[in-house]
């Protein structure tokens, strides 16, 4: 009964700035999509689909994005959310809360910098998240709490809640920036973690970056049991004006408590993108995965092949993963 | 005699100077019709390349917002659409796969052009009237204030209605020209037109960055700023 009156209430408001309403629709839809078994095959087919109604909203120094509609996931129709974000600025301040994409970080290979959160796929993600960003010339700081989304939707106590910090220094010559975060989750002891990462950009089509991070486990401490790992890469982007895409060439070694790992990876990156990952882990381990994916207009292809280890002719652990996403 | 010919010297000192700052408001007049400071506009342009027979080699669609000397510029490079934001600060960089904007020199290249050729150069508050070298009239040397631009001078002039702008290093040393030609958009007169020409590679190939149109919208002053360059972005018109 809350909720209803609740949405009604969204509902009625919206309707009220019926310029500004507009509706869309999304689907994606992981055909398959499987888990990393050893010698049991298993799939999974995950379509979801959101019909939902929109508005975007300006006034003075609020801004307001929403929308709201019927999420259908696995035969499972809900009335939530889609995205809900409300910006208040100031001169030097912003404060935004809402449910809407909460990522930060640069490195697509291995990024440390990123939120120590109970969900895997953060980068598409919305999630229901309150944060303020201070502006000081070239340094910003953001101080925020991501929240359990899944609970919030369905109007239940959060489970988790995870509290974050972000320093930010981005100069001509490089971006420097440290964060550090807290997961306070139901019935576990809280985790904390922090990194650092560097990226310089001085040099003409050339980036070098650089991330480290510390992971402490529940009931440890720094000096017995951390979970650390760190990450430097470069990336080398070729533009030529004659030919539509951009090459890039990544080279990438990583260290962390399980081992070491090296990789190579050219990418062509236009409508239609393709990358060819080579990666050499620690004990003999040499894996290869190949993307493809196709950009028109806001319709996304997209297939992975992941092989099994090549130096072993381990047959059995290929992975094979495709899906399709469409908005209008 | 002395006395006359210092009079005439003073004159001649002040109606140069007077000429000089009449020739900078001049041009900061028509460089500015579209800078407000209580409103936001909104350009659709183009960025062509001409090879040195001034044949079309390339165009390029892109289009701004424009607030005071603020500007955010979005390019659409090879089906990628990429954010300049122009502050006093300096210059940004985003595109969908940064996810923090990043601080960049104004010397930072797209398709050949440097940044601060493309995005507005804030005459009054970066560069000033150099009164220790004296040009011609239709002259004027004006010295960099701020080091957020690479040039140290630019030398304009004013030739057959076209204000040309010479950007110098600090041995003033040519090496870029930015031809600005007047045009009316919506009945106000301003510079519809840049063309930009290498100096230091001069092979005779040219940019030009053309305004097609300009209307005012609804945009906070506050947006342009490099932490809230994502909720500026939302104000550009989607592409079809």
Redesign the interface.
């Known amino acids: 009964m809350k909720k209803s009156i609740f949405y009604g209430i969204i509902f009625l408001f919206a309707s009220i700035n019926v310029n500004a309403l507009s509706f869309g629709f999304m689907t994606e839809a992981d055909f398959i999509k499987l888990k990393p078994q050893p010698y049991t095959p298993d799939y999974t087919a995950d379509v979801s689909t959101h019909l939902y109604f929109s508005q975007d909203l300006n006034i003075r120094n609020y801004l307001l994005t929403a929308k709201l509609g019927i999420v259908i996931t696995n035969s499972k129709i809900k009335f939530q959310f889609v995205e809900f974000k409300n910006t208040i600025l100031f001169n030097f301040a912003g404060i935004t809360f809402g449910k809407y994409n909460v990522y930060w970080g640069k490195s697509i290979i291995k990024n440390d910098f990123f939120l120590n959160i109970p969900v895997t796929d953060v980068i598409d993600k919305n999630l229901w998240n309150i944060k303020a960003d201070f502006v000081f010339d070239n340094l910003t700081v953001t101080a925020g709490s991501v929240l359990d989304t899944e609970s919030i939707d369905d109007f239940a106590k959060p489970d988790w809640a995870s509290c974050y910090t972000l320093f930010n220094f981005s100069c001509p010559a490089f971006t420097a920036g440290w964060e550090a975060d807290c997961l306070f989750a139901a019935g576990k002891e809280n985790e904390i973690k922090t990194a650092v990462e560097f990226l310089f950009t001085k040099i003409s089509n050339v980036s070098v970056y650089a991330d480290a991070s510390l992971k402490v486990p529940p009931g440890t401490t720094i000096s017995n049991n951390i979970d650390w790992s760190g990450v430097v890469g470069t990336s080398w982007y070729f533009d030529n004006k004659y030919v539509p895409a951009t090459f890039i060439a990544e080279f990438c070694g990583y260290n962390n408590a399980a081992g070491f790992g090296l990789l190579v990876i050219p990418e062509i990156d236009t409508k239609f993108g393709y990358s060819l990952k080579m990666e050499y882990i620690q004990d003999n381990k040499m894996i290869v995965t190949n993307t493809v994916t196709m950009n028109a207009g806001t319709c996304k292809i997209y297939f992975e092949y992941q092989s099994a280890n090549l130096l072993e002719k381990d047959k059995y652990n290929q992975l094979l993963s495709t899906g399709v996403k469409y908005e209008f | 005699m002395r006395k006359y010919l210092f009079f005439i010297l003073l004159t001649l000192a002040a109606f140069t100077e007077a000429s000089a700052e009449s020739l900078y408001d001049e041009f900061l007049g028509i460089y500015d019709a579209y800078a407000s400071d209580d409103k936001t506009f909104y350009a659709l342009q183009k960025l062509n390349e001409y090879d040195s027979n001034g044949k079309l080699v390339?165009e390029t669609d892109a289009d701004c917002l424009i607030y005071g000397n603020n500007e955010m510029t979005r390019i659409n490079k090879?089906?990628?659409d990429l954010y300049f934001l122009s502050t006093a600060?300096?210059?940004?960089i985003k595109n969908d796969?940064?996810?923090?904007?990043?601080?960049?020199?104004g010397s930072?290249?797209v398709?050949?052009i440097q940044m601060q050729d493309l995005l507005r150069i804030d005459f009054r508050n970066d560069f000033c009237i150099d009164n220790g070298d004296a040009e011609s009239g239709n002259t004027i040397l004006l010295k960099r204030t701020n080091r957020k631009n690479t040039y140290s001078y630019i030398r304009l002039n004013k030739k057959s209605g076209q204000y040309r702008a010479e950007m110098l290093d600090a041995k003033k040393q040519k090496l870029k020209t930015l031809i600005y030609e007047t045009g009316e958009i919506n009945g106000i007169t301003c510079f519809s037109s840049v063309s930009i020409t290498d100096d230091v590679f001069s092979t005779g190939a040219y940019y030009k960055y053309i305004t097609v149109s300009m209307k005012s919208i609804?945009?906070?002053k506050?947006?342009f700023?490099?932490?809230?360059m994502d909720?500026l972005i939302?104000?550009f018109e989607k592409k079809s």
């Open positions: 390339s090879k089906g990628q600060s300096g210059y940004w796969k940064l996810q923090q904007p990043l601080k960049i020199s930072y290249k398709m050949e609804k945009v906070s506050v947006l700023n490099p932490v809230f909720e939302r104000f």
